[in-house]
């Protein structure tokens, strides 16, 4: 079984996909890319944010530097199942994942102001209680869930691409264990794809998209999903008001 990587360094390049050009992409990739380790998985997330969305709303004005904290597991997790306690900073492009695993019901207790579970690697934990620490009133800010295909490159293991389907998220019951359902950020047809490479992408690659005239843009899942439930809130205050 491969071992659970509990650190991570690499460039994440993301662009967002119709069905039409997943398909086109998969035939042209078909010859360099093999199936991942796990090639298929559903992707549960709690992202945790102060009351006023301060990291989500730091994210998404593009600074050099900017980090979130999310619980992630894979697949709808039982509450005596393990889970993912997770720091993602990103600093001039190059992401850093920093994350332990514990029981599901002790990550939450923790996160609820219980003590820190008991965890491999310490120092990621004391990272991570010193993130939590550091923003006042960290709770609950979003789940948002998705169907990943995930791919790596047949000549290069640490080259992986991912395609993330069904993007769903919801602002009520924000815990891991009661499922992963959600309200749709996009219809069927569009996916987002993640190039993820310790360094620059080799010329295959490039030529690939390039003659498939596909190109980054720098999409957050959760970014787009906080921008639409915010012009959601504004359109029912609107309508609220303009009743009243």
């Not at 086109?24 to 298929?40: F, I, S």
Request: contains cysteine; charged residues 35%; glycine residues 4%.
């Amino acid at each position: 079984m491969k071992a659970t990587q509990l650190s991570f360094r690499r460039v994440e390049k993301k662009y967002l996909l119709t069905r039409e050009q997943y398909e086109r992409l998969r035939v042209a990739l078909r010859n360099w890319l093999e199936p991942d380790d796990y090639p298929k998985s559903t992707i549960c997330n709690v992202y945790y944010d102060t009351p006023d969305y301060l990291l989500i709303s730091r994210s998404l004005e593009k600074p050099v530097y900017k980090e979130k904290f999310r619980l992630r597991s894979y697949g709808v997790p039982e509450e005596d199942g393990k889970v993912f306690l997770e720091i993602k900073k990103k600093y001039d492009g190059v992401v850093y994942k920093r994350r332990v695993r514990a029981p599901e019901a002790e990550a939450v207790d923790y996160l609820n102001g219980g003590p820190a579970p008991e965890v491999k690697n310490r120092q990621i934990m004391n990272e991570i209680d010193w993130f939590i620490h550091s923003y006042k009133g960290l709770r609950p800010g979003m789940f948002l869930a998705y169907d990943r295909l995930a791919f790596r490159a047949k000549n290069d293991p640490d080259l992986r691409i991912t395609f993330d389907w069904n993007i769903r998220y919801r602002t009520d019951r924000m815990d891991l264990i009661y499922g992963d359902d959600g309200r749709y950020l996009f219809d069927e047809d569009c996916c987002i794809m993640e190039i993820k490479i310790p360094g620059a992408a080799p010329l295959w690659l490039t030529d690939i998209l390039s003659r498939q005239h596909i190109y980054s843009s720098p999409i957050s899942k959760y970014g787009r999903c906080y921008e639409q439930m915010m012009r959601e809130r504004h359109e029912t205050q609107e309508a609220v008001t303009n009743a009243g």
